[in-house]
């Protein structure tokens, strides 16, 4: 079987680079629901947001998706008092399989030196700080990019829910589901998940669970937020939860190897875990840990909390042939002040 990366980082992005000055960056994070474009004035320190509707090609088409795009790009501009020609780098990170396309309608529209990459791209920067290492990403959705010392990436999972997304927010929550369904037939144990299900979906019984999911029928998203239930349920000590996490990290800890083995990643290296199915803390966190440690015993595992946005201003950084004058933290802390201002005056 013929296999290559699926994703790769384009040369301005392979190595970082010192002795370059930038003023300007900017970084977008374009997923299936919304897009976010932030500008950072690196003298200043100041970002200024934008955004979008879906910039995911796959979902909208390439035409609307870059139109999402170009849409908080300019807002992001606009309220930096920056036009697109002024801007030292630009990457823009976009969910979906048909980024070329995508690529081709934003260089005629913006600066040929827009550099559009896959989302992953921008996610494996914010949960490495864009360093050889891992990024495992795992919300609604799950995916694994890393990259090698040699800049040799690999790309493992990411197939969507129907043929993959294992260990993903859907993964958890839809097979939390069929362990109440199987605790209903008396085909499988008891398990808190059941009582839990019926309250959250707002249901008298799990039959009526099923007629909800088949003849509404549930979205993908609203399936997959009982997983916030599945991590509580897990918590509190239920076998049958605590064995979907195992289960969850048994998956996705197999496809992290293989891309540590793709990539030659050896010795010390980073392997940053991003979105929302990890915020259900040890319960998934330590048994990934340990299956990965298993065979690369050196690897730095670490929730990150920086949004996959400031992995794309990171990646501007280098692709302007410096290095982002802000550490990691002073970053997260300015996206997170950016955005919780952002949301107030949008309330």
Not at 1 to 24: C, H, I, K, N, S
Request: net charge neutral; glycine share 10%.
């Amino acid at each position: 079987m013929r296999r290559d990366p699926l994703v790769t980082l384009p040369p301005p992005l392979q190595a970082a680079r010192r002795g370059g000055e930038a003023r300007w960056l900017m970084g977008v994070d374009g997923g299936a629901t919304k897009t976010l474009a932030a500008v950072l004035d690196v003298q200043e320190r100041r970002l200024h947001l934008g955004h979008g509707a879906s910039s995911n090609a796959d979902a909208v088409g390439p035409r609307a998706a870059t139109e999402s795009l170009l849409r908080a790009t300019d807002e992001a501009l606009d309220r930096g008092g920056v036009s697109p020609e002024q801007l030292d780098a630009a990457v823009l990170a976009v969910a979906g399989t048909d980024t070329d396309a995508v690529d081709r309608h934003v260089k005629a529209a913006r600066p040929p030196a827009w550099i559009v990459v896959n989302d992953v791209i921008g996610a494996w920067a914010a949960a490495t700080s864009a360093r050889p290492g891992v990024g495992t990403i795992s919300g609604t959705g799950s995916n694994v990019f890393g990259v090698g010392p040699d800049a040799r990436c690999w790309r493992a999972g990411g197939w969507g829910h129907v043929l993959g997304d294992e260990g993903s927010g859907y993964w958890l929550a839809a097979r939390s589901l069929r362990a109440a369904l199987a605790d209903r037939d008396g085909s499988g144990p008891p398990t808190a998940l059941s009582r839990a299900a019926l309250d959250f979906f707002s249901v008298a019984s799990v039959e009526e669970l099923a007629r909800l999911v088949y003849a509404r029928p549930l979205s993908k998203g609203e399936i997959a937020a009982f997983a916030v239930q599945t991590a509580r349920v897990a918590h509190a000590g239920d076998a049958v939860a605590v064995a979907l996490y195992e289960r969850a990290a048994r998956e996705l800890g197999a496809q992290v190897l293989a891309v540590i083995e793709r990539t030659g990643l050896r010795g010390r290296f980073p392997l940053g875990l991003i979105g929302s199915a990890f915020k259900a803390g040890a319960v998934f966190v330590e048994p990934l840990a340990r299956i990965v440690r298993e065979r690369a015993p050196q690897v730095d595992v670490a929730v990150v909390e920086t949004p996959p946005v400031g992995g794309c201003l990171q990646l501007a950084a280098r692709a302007a042939g410096c290095e982002l004058a802000l550490e990691d933290e002073e970053l997260r802390a300015l996206l997170e002040q950016s955005l919780a201002r952002e949301g107030a005056f949008r309330e």
